[in-house]
């Protein structure tokens, strides 16, 4: 389960947020009660960004930014794929594995974003994108001046800012959904201690070893 609390229609007073929970589930139909999207994921993300009107709204903002973009959709989901593989998140990457699919994107392709480094899937542009994304994620912000100037060759200004913008709020998005444990993101640590076999004790291996 989520974190945090979730949000039931019949608290929603927020017009926006009530129209996402129509859209998304169907009309009438309460999510947290009834949860389920057309994507296969639960669907709690909605539910419970729901808690803050003010948040919701922001994001949703963000998304319709799309609409509006000059960057090749391609280009984008190839960002915002990554990011999700990147970051770990699996709600991310498994939502945009499928965005790449409604775009075109041939499987192969699709499967191969998350070893990008050793196909010969990608051109050169798509390249820089992957290889833009991980200095985002994965290096914070350092990029080499390599990377950026091949992004350069390809697309203006106004598309690499697009892109870096549609990248880290999905990297953002990644992070928020590990750390509130919603959708395809809810479960446990993965990392965690695999104990010792009954009656190894409190042995020092070291010594052993030595």
Known sequence: MPRLRQVPRHEVTDPLTLFFYDRLFGPGRDPVAEPGTATGSPGNWWTVFALDPVIFKHCVKGFQAYREAKLDPVLRELGQTRAGWARGSRFVFSQHCKQMRALGVPEDKVQAVAHWQV??????VERAVLAYTDGLVLDGGRVHDEIFETLK???????ILELTYFTCLYEMHATMSRALRLEFDDR???VAEVPAPQGYGARDIADELS
């Open 119 to 124: 196909s010969d899937l990608f051109d050169e």
């Open 188 to 190: 446990p640590e993965p």
């Open 153 to 159: 060759r390809h697309l203006p200004d106004e598309q």
